[in-house]
């Protein structure tokens, strides 16, 4: 990840807090999402870095990836995320991770789907159907395939020049 390209980031996250949070959420992350939140534990981002959405061919700029105790302006971080997977029916192994900069409308999240062989793909989810952000999004399919793994994700992340 390039430094200059980051505005903020969390606090120093220990593995002990970061085993807390598994512990209490019923999930082991993977270690590359591991990795990342005890090297930098939440960033939001300056000139926000673009992914590509496979299948739609989209182009998206992340805002933030959450840590923990990270609350960002929009007073966001994974364990209040963790709460709000179940209002919008995500079961415990899918976490809402980061969002996404979509010109004020929708709501798109960055999501890690854990597995239980410890692996975990990274998908874009298009949450609120009053207002999708994609015109392909419908109410039975809204989320996105982005990437196989968090490494992978950020590994394809284009930074603006």
Same mark, same amino acid.
């Given at each position: 990840? &390039?430094?200059? /390209?980051? &505005?903020?980031?969390?606090?120093?996250?220990?593995? %002990?807090?970061? $085993?807390?949070?598994?512990?209490?959420?019923?999930?082991?992350?993977?270690?590359?999402?591991?990795?990342?939140?005890?090297?930098?534990?939440?960033? =939001?981002?300056?000139?926000?870095?673009? #992914?590509?959405?496979?299948? =739609?061919?989209?182009?998206?700029?992340?805002?933030?990836?959450?840590?923990?105790?990270?609350?960002?302006?929009?007073?966001?971080?994974?364990? &209040?995320?963790?709460?709000?997977?179940?209002?919008?029916?995500?079961?415990?192994?899918?976490?809402?991770?980061? $969002?996404?900069?979509?010109?004020?409308?929708?709501?798109?999240?960055?999501?890690?789907?854990?597995?239980?062989?410890?692996?975990?793909?990274?998908? %874009?989810?298009?949450? #609120? /159907?009053?207002?999708?952000?994609?015109?392909? /999004?419908?109410?039975?399919?809204?989320?996105? &395939?982005?990437?196989?793994?968090? /490494?992978? #994700?950020? %590994?394809?992340?284009?930074?603006?020049?």
């Amino acid at each position: 990840m &390039k430094e200059e /390209s980051m &505005k903020q980031r969390g606090p120093q996250a220990a593995t %002990a807090r970061i $085993d807390a949070f598994c512990e209490k959420i019923g999930v082991d992350l993977p270690m590359d999402y591991r990795q990342f939140l005890l090297d930098y534990n939440g960033v =939001i981002f300056r000139g926000e870095p673009c #992914f590509v959405i496979p299948g =739609i061919n989209k182009t998206v700029e992340l805002n933030t990836l959450y840590g923990l105790d990270f609350n960002t302006p929009q007073g966001t971080c994974l364990e &209040k995320n963790y709460h709000y997977n179940f209002n919008y029916g995500l079961d415990g192994t899918t976490l809402m991770i980061g $969002d996404c900069y979509t010109g004020g409308v929708g709501g798109l999240f960055i999501m890690l789907l854990t597995e239980d062989d410890g692996t975990g793909g990274i998908y %874009a989810c298009d949450l #609120f /159907s009053d207002d999708f952000v994609f015109e392909e /999004s419908t109410e039975d399919n809204n989320t996105f &395939k982005v990437a196989n793994s968090f /490494s992978e #994700f950020m %590994a394809n992340l284009k930074y603006p020049e």
